[in-house]
């Protein structure tokens, strides 16, 4: 039998948060609509999608990371700080990097730029971090944005209370605060993180990932497919419309052609314009204003502090990154500190200290400050007609500058982030280091959203393509404004309109009865390909 239906109502392109949106949201407002998610990658995790931190056997663990790491999945990760600061300029666990064509010629590229391929996406290796963007990260022109926020708050799972127990977590906010929230507005003041993570009745932390979003009434819907190890190589356009896509079952290697009225393509901010490059559907913008958010952190030890937790809390769970006597703090975005502060506190201290003078669980912190990018159409994904990356897909180069005005933020940037250490610690770190481009794993606006069909957005703002009806967009690049927070809870928010606006559509197919002659063209014409090689 084979993988793939001949014809569905829904095809999702890629499993991570955002697509997993799409899936979830139609099979709580359509239950039974026939919805199939392709994933490039392999399954990793059980539930299909949950986070690899929740799987409690170190080598299951990182046999599931080098799983996820793509074609060339024996590459070396890195997973020390120390190492990046070495000068290594390699993947962490879980990803791999975009390697040859990450920085053009001349340009400062994203050397770092990275990905995965696997059932749950990036977001069964993220950190979780949920903030809401604030003042000018937010998509002005969407009146809904904060109902949207609200739910994607709910399908994720976000809470600030997964960590109020940590040691000195409270300390770490009091001390910022004192220097930092003096007028600053009640909602941008330092905080704990709003987290996507709970803690399970024994008090084990669960990271959530897609399968949080997918959620079991998803899991339940008869109409609900996901399809492991299936490359999706082409969306099919007719008469202009979605008409499904073209797939190969990297199990066998055989090609198949799925027919559907919606095609929603959620393969993350550097893949999503591949794919539709690779269809033929070439918008002015699209894989244009790329930005990513650049990163300086700084380390250091918590002043004056005694060991509160005790003995037990020196129990630190190996390997998980954050333990649970970890906390993470929130610097949040303002346009005039245009800098998204996150304070982790690690489980120990990534410099040497004296054998007499035993590191406090929570008392080492790390500092980190993401930047918000000066836009710019100039910094952009290009695709080659000639050349095919691993996969057999139009090799990506990545042309991306920072302007001046990013390196003046920067230098503020980096006086900042020393500033705020000071304020709660003592630096273990000479100077604050900026971390090779591209390390945010946070690439936005390559298939931004816009309010009008002006050339300088791809998409409308309930994420359908202007050029190709029927075709949406899902992920980071769909976000058109520079944001400095982390992205994936406004990305799963702008998923929750398309998801919606498809729902909607089907179900008003539904009540007119309308015949869907999409579903009967012939699969020739399905094959022409697309319609805008503009
Ligand atoms: P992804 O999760 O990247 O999923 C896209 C999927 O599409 C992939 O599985 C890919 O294999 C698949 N795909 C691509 N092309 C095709 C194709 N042609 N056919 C079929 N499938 C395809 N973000 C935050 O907001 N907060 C954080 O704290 C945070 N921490 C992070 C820490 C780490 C270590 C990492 C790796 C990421 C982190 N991120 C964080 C980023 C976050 O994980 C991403 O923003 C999020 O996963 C994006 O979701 P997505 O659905 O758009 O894409």
Not at 97 to 105: F, I, T
Not at 278 to 287: E, K, N, Y
Not at 396 to 415: F, G, M, N, V, W
Not at 442 to 454: C, I, K, N, V, W
Request: hydrophobic share 35%; aromatic share 4%.
């Amino acid at each position: 039998m084979s993988r793939y239906p001949e014809e569905t109502d829904v095809v999702i392109v890629g499993s991570g948060p955002t697509g997993a949106t799409y899936a979830r949201i139609i099979a709580e407002t359509r239950p039974g609509t026939s919805v199939v998610m392709l994933e490039a990658g392999p399954t990793v995790s059980a539930p299909p999608g949950a986070h690899v931190k929740n799987i409690a056997d170190p080598d299951e663990r990182s046999q599931a990371q080098r799983r996820s790491a793509g074609p060339d999945a024996d590459a070396e990760t890195v997973a020390h700080p120390g190492e990046v600061k070495a000068g290594q300029l390699r993947a962490r666990p879980g990803t791999f990097l975009v390697g040859d064509g990450a920085a053009g010629d001349g340009d400062d590229g994203l050397p770092v730029a990275a990905q995965s391929c696997n059932v749950g996406g990036m977001a069964a290796h993220w950190t979780g971090a949920c903030p809401r963007p604030r003042e000018g990260e937010r998509v002005g022109f969407l009146p809904d944005l904060d109902a949207l926020l609200h739910e994607a708050e709910r399908l994720l799972g976000v809470t600030s209370q997964a960590f109020e127990d940590s040691p000195f977590g409270d300390l770490i906010v009091s001390r910022l605060a004192a220097e930092l929230d003096g007028g600053r507005a009640p909602e941008a003041r330092v905080g704990p993180m709003p987290l996507a993570v709970h803690r399970r009745e024994d008090g084990a932390l669960v990271w959530a990932g897609s399968d949080v979003v997918l959620g079991d009434v998803t899991r339940a819907d008869p109409g609900f497919r996901l399809v492991d190890e299936s490359l999706v190589t082409r969306v099919l356009v007719e008469d202009g419309q979605a008409a499904g896509v073209e797939v190969t079952d990297r199990t066998s290697g055989t090609t198949h052609i799925i027919r559907a009225a919606h095609v929603v393509v959620a393969a993350d901010a550097l893949r999503t314009p591949q794919l539709l490059w690779a269809s033929g559907i070439r918008p002015t913008a699209l894989g244009r204003y790329l930005n990513d958010q650049t990163q300086v952190v700084f380390a250091v030890r918590l002043r004056d502090v005694v060991d509160r937790a005790g003995e037990q809390s020196a129990q630190a769970e190996p390997g998980m990154g954050l333990s649970s006597t970890s906390g993470v703090t929130w610097v949040p975005y303002t346009d005039d500190e245009p800098f998204h502060g996150q304070i982790m506190q690690l489980d120990a201290s990534p410099v040497p200290v004296a054998e007499d003078d035993p590191v406090l669980p929570g008392s080492v912190v790390g500092l980190g400050l993401f930047c918000a990018k000066d836009l710019s159409p100039e910094d952009r994904i290009d695709f080659s007609d000639e050349r095919t990356d691993a996969f057999g897909l139009p090799a990506p180069t990545i042309r991306y500058r920072l302007s001046e005005k990013d390196h003046r933020e920067l230098r503020r940037a980096r006086e900042r982030i020393v500033r705020w250490g000071r304020a709660i610690g003592e630096p273990l770190d000479d100077s604050p280091f900026t971390l090779p481009l591209g390390s945010s794993l946070h690439y936005q606006g390559t298939t931004r959203m816009g309010l009008e069909d002006d050339g300088s957005s791809v998409c409308r703002p309930d994420s359908e393509l202007w050029d190709v009806p029927g075709v949406f967009v899902a992920g980071n690049g769909v976000i058109p404004t520079p944001t400095a927070c982390n992205p994936t809870l406004t990305s799963v928010a702008l998923a929750v309109r398309g998801a919606r606006e498809i729902a909607r559509r089907l179900s008003g197919d539904a009540e007119r009865g309308r015949s869907q002659t999409w579903a009967r063209a012939p699969l020739a014409s399905l094959t022409e390909g697309g319609s805008h090689d503009s």
